[in-house]
Protein backbone atom coordinates (compact mmCIF):
# COMPACT_ATOMS: atom_id res chain seq x y z
CA UNK A 1 0.00 0.00 0.00
CA UNK A 2 1.12 3.37 -0.60
CA UNK A 3 2.81 5.25 1.69
CA UNK A 4 0.36 8.10 1.80
CA UNK A 5 -2.63 5.44 1.43
CA UNK A 6 -2.69 4.13 5.07
CA UNK A 7 -5.35 7.03 5.86
CA UNK A 8 -6.41 10.50 5.69
CA UNK A 9 -4.40 12.75 8.54
CA UNK A 10 -5.84 15.99 8.81
CA UNK A 11 -4.20 19.27 10.06
CA UNK A 12 -6.76 20.55 12.24
CA UNK A 13 -9.12 19.63 15.03
CA UNK A 14 -12.60 20.46 14.20
CA UNK A 15 -14.94 21.04 16.86
CA UNK A 16 -18.67 20.90 15.96
CA UNK A 17 -21.26 21.71 18.41
CA UNK A 18 -24.79 19.54 17.64
CA UNK A 19 -27.95 20.46 17.93
CA UNK A 20 -31.54 19.17 16.96
CA UNK A 21 -32.07 21.42 14.15
CA UNK A 22 -30.00 24.08 12.16
CA UNK A 23 -29.26 27.56 13.78
CA UNK A 24 -31.78 29.48 12.38
CA UNK A 25 -30.62 33.11 11.30
CA UNK A 26 -32.46 36.73 12.00
CA UNK A 27 -34.83 36.07 9.01
CA UNK A 28 -35.51 32.83 10.33
CA UNK A 29 -33.57 30.80 7.64
CA UNK A 30 -31.08 28.40 8.82
CA UNK A 31 -27.65 29.53 8.76
CA UNK A 32 -24.66 27.59 6.97
CA UNK A 33 -22.85 25.42 9.47
CA UNK A 34 -19.54 26.40 8.05
CA UNK A 35 -19.18 27.64 4.36
CA UNK A 36 -16.52 25.76 3.12
CA UNK A 37 -18.78 22.49 4.03
CA UNK A 38 -20.19 20.76 1.34
CA UNK A 39 -23.33 20.06 3.75
CA UNK A 40 -23.52 20.11 7.38
CA UNK A 41 -26.95 18.03 9.03
CA UNK A 42 -26.92 18.53 12.94
CA UNK A 43 -24.00 20.84 13.63
CA UNK A 44 -22.31 23.07 13.25
CA UNK A 45 -18.53 24.79 13.40
CA UNK A 46 -17.25 26.63 16.39
CA UNK A 47 -13.93 26.68 16.39
CA UNK A 48 -10.37 24.70 14.99
CA UNK A 49 -6.63 24.37 15.38
CA UNK A 50 -3.96 23.78 12.86
CA UNK A 51 -2.04 21.82 15.21
CA UNK A 52 1.04 23.24 13.81
CA UNK A 53 0.16 21.68 11.01
CA UNK A 54 1.05 18.21 12.06
CA UNK A 55 -0.08 15.14 10.29
CA UNK A 56 -3.15 13.22 12.86
CA UNK A 57 -5.36 10.40 13.12
CA UNK A 58 -6.73 9.24 16.78
CA UNK A 59 -8.30 12.06 18.86
CA UNK A 60 -8.86 11.39 22.11
CA UNK A 61 -11.60 13.79 24.59
CA UNK A 62 -11.72 13.96 28.21
CA UNK A 63 -14.07 16.42 30.01
CA UNK A 64 -15.29 16.75 33.63
CA UNK A 65 -15.98 19.47 36.50
CA UNK A 66 -12.48 19.12 37.82
CA UNK A 67 -10.33 18.41 35.47
CA UNK A 68 -11.72 20.30 32.65
CA UNK A 69 -11.91 19.60 28.85
CA UNK A 70 -9.11 18.97 26.83
CA UNK A 71 -8.15 16.70 23.79
CA UNK A 72 -5.35 14.74 23.24
CA UNK A 73 -4.53 14.07 19.67
CA UNK A 74 -2.14 10.96 18.35
CA UNK A 75 0.12 11.71 15.10
CA UNK A 76 1.62 9.97 12.45
CA UNK A 77 4.94 10.16 11.66
CA UNK A 78 5.80 13.03 9.10
CA UNK A 79 5.21 11.70 5.77
CA UNK A 80 4.35 14.49 4.10
CA UNK A 81 8.29 15.73 3.73
CA UNK A 82 9.94 13.65 6.16
CA UNK A 83 10.83 16.29 8.62
CA UNK A 84 10.37 17.99 12.10
CA UNK A 85 8.03 20.49 12.29
CA UNK A 86 8.57 24.16 14.53
CA UNK A 87 7.04 23.68 17.89
CA UNK A 88 6.26 27.72 18.49
CA UNK A 89 5.68 26.49 22.38
CA UNK A 90 9.36 25.30 22.98
CA UNK A 91 10.90 27.26 19.90
CA UNK A 92 12.62 24.12 18.78
CA UNK A 93 11.76 21.67 15.67
CA UNK A 94 9.93 18.66 16.79
CA UNK A 95 8.75 14.97 15.42
CA UNK A 96 5.19 14.34 15.42
CA UNK A 97 4.28 13.08 18.60
CA UNK A 98 1.38 13.81 20.82
CA UNK A 99 -0.68 17.40 20.75
CA UNK A 100 -2.36 18.49 24.08
CA UNK A 101 -5.55 20.62 23.72
CA UNK A 102 -7.33 22.70 26.41
CA UNK A 103 -11.23 23.20 24.87
CA UNK A 104 -12.86 24.59 27.86
CA UNK A 105 -13.42 27.39 25.16
CA UNK A 106 -14.81 25.74 22.10
CA UNK A 107 -14.64 28.78 20.03
CA UNK A 108 -10.73 29.24 20.76
CA UNK A 109 -9.43 25.52 21.39
CA UNK A 110 -5.42 26.19 23.15
CA UNK A 111 -2.44 23.91 22.50
CA UNK A 112 -0.67 24.15 25.65
CA UNK A 113 1.82 21.22 25.00
CA UNK A 114 3.70 18.60 22.49
CA UNK A 115 4.97 16.07 23.37
CA UNK A 116 7.38 14.89 20.56
CA UNK A 117 8.95 11.51 19.73
CA UNK A 118 12.75 11.38 19.32
CA UNK A 119 12.78 10.65 15.52
CA UNK A 120 10.25 10.13 12.78
CA UNK A 121 7.69 7.84 14.50
CA UNK A 122 4.03 7.34 14.16
CA UNK A 123 2.31 7.99 17.73
CA UNK A 124 -1.67 7.89 15.93
CA UNK A 125 -2.81 5.80 19.31
CA UNK A 126 -3.28 8.21 22.76
CA UNK A 127 -5.40 7.46 25.95
CA UNK A 128 -5.81 8.71 29.15
CA UNK A 129 -6.58 8.16 32.55
CA UNK A 130 -7.30 10.73 35.44
CA UNK A 131 -7.08 11.22 39.30
CA UNK A 132 -5.63 7.85 39.05
CA UNK A 133 -6.45 5.71 42.53
CA UNK A 134 -4.43 2.53 41.52
CA UNK A 135 -0.84 3.90 42.64
CA UNK A 136 -2.69 5.63 45.30
CA UNK A 137 -0.82 9.43 43.32
CA UNK A 138 -4.35 10.78 42.11
CA UNK A 139 -2.38 11.65 39.50
CA UNK A 140 -3.22 12.17 35.32
CA UNK A 141 -1.33 9.85 33.19
CA UNK A 142 -1.59 9.29 29.15
CA UNK A 143 -0.37 6.51 26.69
CA UNK A 144 0.32 6.26 23.45
CA UNK A 145 2.43 3.94 20.85
CA UNK A 146 5.40 4.92 19.14
CA UNK A 147 6.74 2.90 16.15
CA UNK A 148 8.87 3.64 13.30
CA UNK A 149 7.25 2.00 9.85
CA UNK A 150 9.42 1.00 7.50
CA UNK A 151 7.93 -0.70 4.96
CA UNK A 152 3.87 -0.59 4.89
CA UNK A 153 2.20 -1.25 8.14
CA UNK A 154 5.16 -3.15 9.78
CA UNK A 155 7.76 -1.34 11.42
CA UNK A 156 10.79 -1.50 13.93
CA UNK A 157 11.59 0.33 17.24
CA UNK A 158 7.81 -0.54 18.43
CA UNK A 159 7.06 0.33 22.31
CA UNK A 160 4.20 1.80 24.50
CA UNK A 161 4.90 5.06 26.28
CA UNK A 162 3.27 6.44 29.42
CA UNK A 163 3.79 9.64 30.56
CA UNK A 164 2.61 11.75 33.77
CA UNK A 165 0.58 14.60 32.53
CA UNK A 166 -1.03 16.04 35.89
CA UNK A 167 0.40 19.61 35.28
CA UNK A 168 -0.86 20.27 32.02
CA UNK A 169 -2.77 23.20 32.74
CA UNK A 170 -0.32 24.49 34.88
CA UNK A 171 3.27 23.57 34.30
CA UNK A 172 3.10 21.29 31.13
CA UNK A 173 7.02 21.26 30.80
CA UNK A 174 6.65 18.92 33.86
CA UNK A 175 4.98 16.35 31.57
CA UNK A 176 7.27 13.20 31.82
CA UNK A 177 7.75 9.81 30.95
CA UNK A 178 7.81 7.44 33.52
CA UNK A 179 7.48 3.70 31.80
CA UNK A 180 7.93 2.10 28.57
CA UNK A 181 6.41 -1.22 27.30
CA UNK A 182 8.54 -2.71 24.16
CA UNK A 183 7.04 -6.41 24.29
CA UNK A 184 6.09 -9.75 26.53
CA UNK A 185 8.12 -12.19 28.76
CA UNK A 186 10.40 -14.31 26.50
CA UNK A 187 9.07 -18.11 25.60
CA UNK A 188 5.75 -17.01 27.35
CA UNK A 189 3.35 -19.01 25.44
CA UNK A 190 6.12 -21.43 24.09
CA UNK A 191 9.43 -21.98 23.03
CA UNK A 192 10.40 -18.79 21.48
CA UNK A 193 6.47 -17.56 21.81
CA UNK A 194 6.48 -14.12 23.17
CA UNK A 195 9.47 -11.14 23.40
CA UNK A 196 10.01 -7.73 21.95
CA UNK A 197 7.18 -6.54 19.72
CA UNK A 198 7.55 -7.15 16.18
CA UNK A 199 4.76 -6.03 12.81
CA UNK A 200 3.48 -2.80 15.10
CA UNK A 201 2.69 -1.52 18.56
CA UNK A 202 -0.66 -0.54 16.73
CA UNK A 203 -2.76 1.48 19.49
CA UNK A 204 -4.49 0.58 22.57
CA UNK A 205 -6.74 1.61 25.55
CA UNK A 206 -5.90 2.15 29.22
CA UNK A 207 -9.26 1.05 31.66
CA UNK A 208 -9.57 3.56 34.58
CA UNK A 209 -11.92 1.01 36.30
CA UNK A 210 -9.80 -1.72 35.96
CA UNK A 211 -5.74 -0.22 35.77
CA UNK A 212 -5.26 -2.75 32.84
CA UNK A 213 -4.02 -1.62 28.91
CA UNK A 214 -5.32 -3.40 26.21
CA UNK A 215 -3.02 -3.38 23.51
CA UNK A 216 -2.60 -4.29 19.60
CA UNK A 217 0.78 -5.47 18.74
CA UNK A 218 2.64 -8.14 17.01
CA UNK A 219 5.21 -10.24 19.11
CA UNK A 220 7.09 -13.85 18.29
CA UNK A 221 4.92 -16.80 17.85
CA UNK A 222 2.07 -15.26 15.86
CA UNK A 223 1.20 -14.39 12.49
CA UNK A 224 -0.17 -11.02 12.76
CA UNK A 225 -1.07 -8.44 15.40
CA UNK A 226 -2.96 -10.09 18.84
CA UNK A 227 -4.48 -8.59 21.47
CA UNK A 228 -2.42 -8.06 24.81
CA UNK A 229 -3.42 -7.55 28.33
CA UNK A 230 -1.16 -4.89 30.80
CA UNK A 231 -1.19 -4.27 34.45
CA UNK A 232 -0.50 -1.15 34.94
CA UNK A 233 -2.37 -0.38 37.92
CA UNK A 234 1.22 0.84 39.39
CA UNK A 235 2.36 2.84 35.57
CA UNK A 236 6.01 2.98 36.29
CA UNK A 237 5.83 -0.92 36.75
CA UNK A 238 4.10 -2.32 33.74
CA UNK A 239 3.38 -5.72 34.16
CA UNK A 240 2.12 -8.44 31.44
CA UNK A 241 -0.85 -10.14 32.14
CA UNK A 242 -1.64 -12.03 28.91
CA UNK A 243 -3.21 -12.34 25.35
CA UNK A 244 -5.93 -13.15 22.87
CA UNK A 245 -5.74 -13.94 19.11
CA UNK A 246 -8.40 -15.98 17.16
CA UNK A 247 -7.61 -19.22 15.96
CA UNK A 248 -4.86 -19.85 13.55
CA UNK A 249 -3.19 -16.73 14.57
CA UNK A 250 -0.56 -18.43 16.47
CA UNK A 251 2.04 -20.38 14.68
CA UNK A 252 1.86 -24.04 14.56
CA UNK A 253 -2.38 -23.54 14.09
CA UNK A 254 -2.25 -24.99 11.12
CA UNK A 255 -5.53 -26.76 11.27
CA UNK A 256 -7.54 -23.63 12.14
CA UNK A 257 -5.79 -21.76 9.67
CA UNK A 258 -6.37 -24.60 6.96
CA UNK A 259 -9.78 -24.22 8.51
CA UNK A 260 -9.98 -20.70 7.83
CA UNK A 261 -8.81 -20.66 4.48
CA UNK A 262 -11.24 -23.48 3.18
CA UNK A 263 -14.16 -21.04 4.05
CA UNK A 264 -16.13 -19.47 1.24
CA UNK A 265 -18.52 -17.14 3.40
CA UNK A 266 -18.05 -14.22 6.43
CA UNK A 267 -19.78 -14.27 9.30
CA UNK A 268 -19.83 -11.97 12.02
CA UNK A 269 -19.08 -12.98 15.49
CA UNK A 270 -19.94 -11.09 18.47
CA UNK A 271 -17.50 -11.34 21.23
CA UNK A 272 -17.93 -9.41 24.87
CA UNK A 273 -17.40 -8.05 26.96
CA UNK A 274 -14.14 -10.64 27.20
CA UNK A 275 -13.06 -11.21 31.02
CA UNK A 276 -10.10 -13.22 32.55
CA UNK A 277 -9.77 -15.46 35.14
CA UNK A 278 -7.29 -14.17 37.11
CA UNK A 279 -8.85 -11.32 38.60
CA UNK A 280 -11.32 -9.50 36.40
CA UNK A 281 -10.38 -7.36 33.20
CA UNK A 282 -13.46 -6.66 31.21
CA UNK A 283 -13.72 -4.47 28.06
CA UNK A 284 -17.33 -3.79 28.95
CA UNK A 285 -18.23 -2.74 25.39
CA UNK A 286 -18.98 -5.81 22.85
CA UNK A 287 -16.54 -6.37 20.37
CA UNK A 288 -17.10 -7.36 17.35
CA UNK A 289 -15.33 -9.56 14.64
CA UNK A 290 -15.33 -10.36 10.57
CA UNK A 291 -14.26 -13.77 10.41
CA UNK A 292 -13.36 -15.14 6.99
CA UNK A 293 -14.91 -18.68 6.57
CA UNK A 294 -16.38 -18.55 10.27
CA UNK A 295 -19.79 -20.80 8.52
CA UNK A 296 -17.62 -23.32 7.41
CA UNK A 297 -15.53 -23.80 9.91
CA UNK A 298 -16.24 -26.26 13.09
CA UNK A 299 -18.58 -24.54 15.52
CA UNK A 300 -16.18 -24.98 18.06
CA UNK A 301 -13.73 -22.07 16.86
CA UNK A 302 -16.74 -19.94 16.41
CA UNK A 303 -18.91 -19.63 19.57
CA UNK A 304 -18.64 -16.60 21.56
CA UNK A 305 -16.57 -18.06 24.45
CA UNK A 306 -14.03 -19.50 22.46
CA UNK A 307 -13.91 -16.58 19.68
CA UNK A 308 -10.66 -15.34 21.21
CA UNK A 309 -7.95 -17.72 22.79
CA UNK A 310 -5.92 -16.06 25.62
CA UNK A 311 -3.43 -17.40 28.16
CA UNK A 312 -6.14 -16.26 30.25
CA UNK A 313 -9.12 -18.22 29.11
CA UNK A 314 -11.60 -16.05 27.84
CA UNK A 315 -15.24 -16.40 29.01
CA UNK A 316 -18.33 -14.35 28.69
CA UNK A 317 -20.06 -12.25 31.07
CA UNK A 318 -23.75 -10.74 30.82
CA UNK A 319 -24.58 -7.53 31.65
Known amino acids: MPRLGR ?50 LVVTTLSDPANGSWVYVGHHESYWDGKPKLNPITGREEWNGT ?24 SRSVSAVYDYTFDGSGRDYLIRNSEALTEGETGMDLKYQIFDITDRATDPSKISLVAEITGTPPDSCGRGCGGRFILRAHKGWWSPDTGYFYAASGEPGFRNVIVQIFDLRNPREPRFIGRSWLPG ?11 LRAGSAAADVRVGPLCGSQREFCTRLPVRIAVLGARSAPNRYWQPA ?14
Not at 99 to 122: F, G, K, Q
Open 7 to 56: GIALASVLLLLASCRPTPTAGGEPSAADPRAESAANVRLVGHHDLQGRES
Open 99 to 122: SILDVDDPASPRLVWHIPNEADRN
Open 249 to 259: LKQGELRAAAE
Open 306 to 319: KGLRGDITPRLRSG
